[in-house]
């Protein structure tokens, strides 16, 4: 059984700093894409941030540059850190793998991390 497992959230100031991590682990061959999505109350989960096995980047509109995405492959892990927060970045982080092959799978599988809470005070 795979498993995402977010760590790195809680509360922070107003241009302060936060670094999540990302844990993919079980029977897994292979993780593809790996990437960030946010959700806060009333509101529609929205990409934050998506990085293929390659390297390839792509950032959500609203991230304006005050956020990085990486990984490292040899541990199944994808990081955001996370710089200038403001209060409308308040949300639950989401941690979001579409391509993981298993052990013994025929195809891939998509997975969703349980998240983990962000808030930035005024």
């Known amino acids: 059984q795979v498993q995402l497992v977010e760590s790195g959230g809680g509360l922070v100031q107003t241009g302060g700093s936060l670094r999540l991590s990302c844990v993919a682990s079980?029977?897994?061959?292979?993780?593809?894409?790996m990437g960030w999505y946010r959700q806060a109350p009333g509101k529609q989960r929205e990409l934050v941030a998506h990085?293929?096995?390659?390297?390839?980047?792509h950032y959500g509109d609203s991230i304006e540059g005050r956020f990085t995405i990486s990984r490292d492959n040899s541990k199944n892990t994808v990081y955001l850190q996370m710089s200038s927060l403001k209060p409308e970045d308040t949300a639950v982080y989401y941690c979001?793998?579409?391509?993981?092959?298993?052990?013994?799978?025929?195809?891939?599988?998509?997975?969703w991390g349980q998240g983990t809470q962000v808030t930035v005070s005024s």
């Open positions: 079980g029977n897994i061959v292979r993780v593809n894409a």
């Open positions: 990085i293929t096995r390659g390297g390839y980047i």
């Open positions: 979001n793998a579409p391509d993981i092959m298993e052990q013994g799978a025929t195809a891939f599988s998509a997975y």
